[in-house]
Every structure is written in C-alpha cells, then in structure tokens.
C-alpha cells in the first residue's frame, strides 16, 4: 500500500508542479498594482519622471504622505473624503447588521406561515443579480425626493444576503435549552435574542460585519448615484485620477495608500476570524 501511495505521487508530481507555478504566476500578477502604488508613493517627483514609474526609488520620500493631506476633489479635502467614508461606512455597516441579525434571529427560532417562502428568498438573493433592479430603485429614490440626502441609508435595511445566510444557520442551530431555562427565568424574546442568542454570533457577526465594512468602503457606485455632493475616498482618489498633473502623482499615490491602510489592516488582523467563522456558520444547520 505504501508503494502505491509513493508510486501515486510521483504521477501526480508534474501536474502539481505545474498548478504550482500557475497559482504563484497570478498571485504575482495580483501583487504588481500593489508593487507599483507602494513604490510610486515614496518617490520625489523628479525620481518619478526621470527614471518611471516601475524603476525602485534612489531615495524613499515620505513627505508624499503628509502632503497628500493637502489634495482636494473640487471643494472638497482629502481629510473630508476621509471622514464621508468613515461616517457613509459605519453607517451602512450597523444599519444593515442590525436588519440582518434580526430578520435571521426571527426566521431562524420561530416556526410561521411563509418563513420558508422568506428564506428562499434570502439564500436566492444571493445567486440572482440585483442589476436589473438598479434602474427602479434609483427612480424610486428620484421620485421620493431622496437622491443627496442620508435617508438613502434606508437601501441598507435590505436583510437579505450572504450575512443573512450564515447568521440565519446559526441561530437556527442555537440549542433550544438555553432558550427554555431562559424563558423560565422570565426573559421576554428581546432579552434572549440581546443577552443569549447574540453573544452566541458574535463570532460570525464581527467577521461579516468587517467583510460589510471592506464593501461599503470600496463602494463606488452608491455614493456617486445616491449621493453626488458627498465625495468618498472612492470617489474623490478616481476624480483625483483623472485631473491631478504628473507633478502630483507621487502625492496621489501616497493617498491611495492611505485610504487602503485601514482596510489591510482590519483584514490581516482578523483573517482567522473571518474564515473561520464564515466556513462553520455556513456548513451549520
């Protein structure tokens, strides 16, 4: 048995090899945008138009980092887009945490008429695109007399969505004891979703509620249609982009560092977390 083991993989070897090299050639190719902004914002202006834009650094200029506190999108400063997107973020990532984790809770402990028709529709929301709905939810919100203003923010009280889905089999695994012994207790269903079946998903909540946070701060497509006059990061670096001078490129790539910085490090920081919570509250239920 040994020797058919051994013999197994020595004939897979090649192919393996091959896989190999194929996966590490894309995660280069994957890594050299990262290569090209991280260098790019450590040069001295004449270094960026003398040698290029792939050539390393003779010397690494870091005052591209404070003075990318000085660019400005129209009337708006690079410290101002800081703030929309930090504010425009946590809004949609608490609002939209909180409509989900209800919704789950109740679709997930109680038994009614048209709950498996509600699920359905939440796991389908999932696989089906939301495109062709895009041109009626933005006429919606024209005709409302919504578009520039914060009540968009009701577009994140939709429930469903990949959130949905793990928070939904977690709940509906949730052992029914500590439920029982807590109604004993006299707690109503508010105190045994806050002090019981929350704290339970913690675990799964924080990890989607940071995959939340990475979306909604890349999100380009919400704040230039709902939100014209609110420049984000992503709005502000593309107009950026497309007006700044090649004298301003070190500047503005140094920006662009900044603005990914957080989400770097919320994502390495809490990578085990994520997966680890996103896989075991999938496969659940």
Do not use: H
């Not at 807590?182 to 105190?191: C, F, L, M, N, Y």
């Not at 929350?198 to 497509?221: F, S």
Request: charged share 15%.
């Amino acid at each position: 048995m040994a020797k058919i083991a051994v013999g197994k993989r020595k004939k897979y070897r090649p192919v393996l090899w091959a896989v190999f090299i194929i996966l590490f050639a894309y995660s280069l190719t994957l890594l050299m945008p990262l290569y090209y902004l991280l260098i790019n914002s450590v040069k001295r202006m004449d270094d960026f138009l003398e040698r290029g834009a792939w050539a390393l650094p003779k010397m690494l200029w870091f005052r591209n980092y404070a003075d990318a506190a000085t660019l400005t999108s129209g009337k708006v400063s690079f410290i101002g887009m800081y703030a929309n997107s930090i504010i425009l973020t946590a809004a949609a990532v608490l609002i939209s945490s909180a409509t989900t984790t209800m919704t789950a809770y109740a679709l997930g402990r109680f038994r009614f008429w048209g709950r498996d028709i509600l699920v359905t529709i939440g796991v389908g929301a999932l696989v089906l695109p939301d495109l062709g709905s895009t041109t009626v939810v933005y006429k919606m919100f024209v005709d409302l007399n919504l578009i520039d203003t914060w009540f968009i923010l009701i577009k994140y009280t939709t429930p469903f969505g990949l959130q949905f889905l793990i928070l939904y089999s977690l709940f509906k695994t949730v052992a029914g004891t500590y439920v029982e012994a807590a109604r004993i207790d006299g707690a109503g269903e508010w105190r045994i979703f806050l002090q019981i079946c929350l704290p339970m998903a913690r675990g799964a909540l924080g990890a989607t509620m940071v995959i939340l946070a990475i979306n909604n701060w890349n999100d380009y497509y919400t704040p230039y249609m709902y939100l014209p006059s609110l420049k984000t990061l992503s709005i502000g670096l593309q107009e950026l982009a497309m007006t700044v001078s090649q004298l301003d490129r070190p500047k503005l790539f140094a920006g662009m560092v900044i603005a990914i910085t957080p989400l770097l490090i919320v994502f390495v920081a809490m990578r085990d977390i994520i997966i680890e919570n996103t896989v075991s509250g999938g496969l659940k239920g």
